[in-house]
């Protein structure tokens, strides 16, 4: 038996084409958005001395020779948010990514190593911004790929309504049966015995060493995600604290974070945050994630410490990161990443 066609083929590229070129006509409707409202492009260098500071991100590591032969460990970035925020500090006010971004240990219908990020920020205003943001992405997609519909999966969602808001407290409740909040203490911290429990009621597994974050995960994956997105985009926001490594805690209850992700047929498209700009908690949320991957894998990565220093001149703002290829799948009923990437990393 043969395997599959190679994507270059030309009867097989002939029929990715048109998917393709939609992606390009959703790039550069993107891009003229972006310049009638002010925005600056800026290109983010993909090595950087840390990959992000997140338990469960992983990344491709390298390393720098210089002409004396010292040798620097870097990273593949896997988003361009360092670098963008170091940028709001130098003084830029409103700014967007278009372009790869890499990560390690994922491959499937929804993660390729290798894909397009947009990642856009806004200096004194909100992430509700961020919000109207998306809703308008989403039309906008629909219109360059003329479609009313978007389909993942037997999940179809119109790209034209505006989308629902929903806390994560209330989906957990709606979803999963589980009062969240109640296993969130003031300062917080979590409850992981609670929680524990609640997942117990709901019919869910667990298991001896699964923390709170665990099992907040498995809530969100088995019960809470397969249901968002469903008829119109659902934004789904007031993510716990501990939840939210690089996000401000919400005003209005301490035990939340402004942290939104919009959803679409199930699949994750955005992750949004009212930026967390003191550099001394951002450091202590940086080690407890570093402690926390090197417990489940064995590894850390280094703080930016260049990037720590630059928060403490950041002016408050929001940014949102969108996963561009999974905006131009819903878009053209494409079921599997690879089939809108242009030259797919091989396997």
Excluded at 56 to 78: C, K, M, N, V, W
Excluded at 267 to 295: C, H, I, S, W, Y
């Amino acid at each position: 038996m043969t395997g599959a066609s190679p994507w270059w083929t030309p009867h097989i590229h002939a029929d990715r084409r048109p998917r393709l070129m939609a992606r390009n006509a959703i790039a550069n409707a993107l891009r003229s958005w972006f310049a009638t409202r002010d925005f600056v492009e800026v290109t983010t260098s993909a090595l950087q001395v840390s990959p992000g500071n997140e338990a469960h991100l992983a990344a491709f590591a390298t390393e720098a020779i210089g002409p004396d032969a010292s040798r620097q460990p870097l990273y593949l970035h896997t988003s361009p948010e360092f670098a963008c925020k170091k940028l709001l500090a130098a003084g830029e006010k409103r700014i967007f990514s278009l372009g790869a971004v890499y990560r390690n240990r994922e491959r499937g219908p929804l993660h390729h190593p290798e894909f397009t990020m947009l990642e856009w920020y806004r200096v004194g205003e909100t992430y509700r911004s961020l919000m109207a943001d998306c809703a308008e992405f989403l039309a906008l997609a629909a219109e360059k790929a003329g479609t009313k519909r978007f389909r993942f999966r037997g999940r179809e969602a119109d790209p034209l309504a505006e989308p629902e808001r929903l806390s994560v407290a209330e989906a957990f409740l709606a979803y999963a049966g589980i009062d969240l909040l109640a296993t969130v203490a003031a300062d917080g911290s979590t409850d992981r015995d609670a929680l524990h429990e609640a997942l117990v009621r709901a019919g869910l597994r667990t298991a001896p060493d699964d923390n709170w974050a665990d099992l907040f995960s498995r809530a969100m994956v088995e019960k809470v995600e397969p249901a968002l997105g469903q008829g119109r985009a659902t934004i789904l926001y007031g993510y716990p604290v501990s939840e939210a490594a690089l996000a401000r805690p919400s005003a209005a209850d301490p035990r939340v974070a402004e942290r939104f992700e919009l959803y679409c047929c199930g699949v994750e498209l955005a992750n949004a945050f009212g930026e967390l700009t003191d550099p001394a908690e951002q450091r202590r949320r940086f080690v407890a994630e570093m402690d926390e991957k090197e417990r489940i894998y064995g590894e850390r990565y280094p703080l930016d410490e260049d990037f720590l220093a630059a928060l403490a001149i950041m002016p408050q703002a929001s940014g949102s990161a969108l996963g561009f290829d999974r905006l131009v799948m819903l878009a053209t009923g494409a079921q599997k990443i690879k089939d809108v990437i242009w030259a797919p990393v091989a396997e």
